[in-house]
Nanobody, 127 residues
C-alpha cells in the first residue's frame, strides 16, 4: 500500500492550495482518509478525516484550527482525495500527509490510528 501526496508549495498568507492524495494497493473509495500535518519541532496534528464514499451516512471531521478554511473532497472516478485549503496562515506551514488504516471506513473524529501514509508534501505560507 502506498499513499502519495502532491500539490504543496509556497503561498502567501491568505492564499489557497489544493493538495491531492492518490493511492496504490488499495481503493481509496472504500477507506476513510485522514490528513495530518507535521511542523518542525511540533507534534503531529490531525487536520481532517473523511469517511469512505461507501458510507451513505459517513461524516467528515475537521480540526478547529482549519474549520471553515479547509475542505476535503473526493473524485471517485479518478480515485483521488483532495484537501482544499483557503485563507492560509503562516501557522499552517507544515508537511501534510494523507493517511488511512486497515479496514477503516468511517471517521469518528479528526484523528485515528494510521497504518499507511505517504511521504508528505510541504506547504509553506509566507510573505
Amino acid at each position: 500500500v502506498q499513499l502519495m501526496e502532491s500539490g504543496g508549495g509556497l503561498v502567501q498568507p491568505g492564499g489557497s492550495l489544493r493538495l491531492s492524495c492518490a493511492a496504490s494497493g488499495l481503493d481509496l473509495d472504500y477507506y476513510a482518509i485522514g490528513w495530518f500535518r507535521q511542523a518542525p519541532g511540533q507534534e503531529r496534528e490531525g487536520v481532517s478525516c473523511t469517511s469512505s464514499s461507501t458510507m451513505t451516512d459517513g461524516s467528515t471531521f475537521y480540526a478547529d484550527s482549519v474549520k471553515g478554511r479547509f475542505t476535503v473532497s473526493r473524485d471517485n472516478a479518478k480515485k483521488m482525495v483532495y484537501l482544499q485549503m483557503h485563507s492560509l496562515k503562516p501557522e499552517d506551514t507544515a508537511v501534510y500527509f494523507c493517511a488511512t488504516a486497515h479496514l477503516y471506513h468511517r471517521c469518528h473524529g479528526v484523528e485515528f490510528p494510521y497504518d499507511y501514509w505517504g511521504q508528505g508534501t510541504q506547504v509553506t505560507v509566507s510573505s
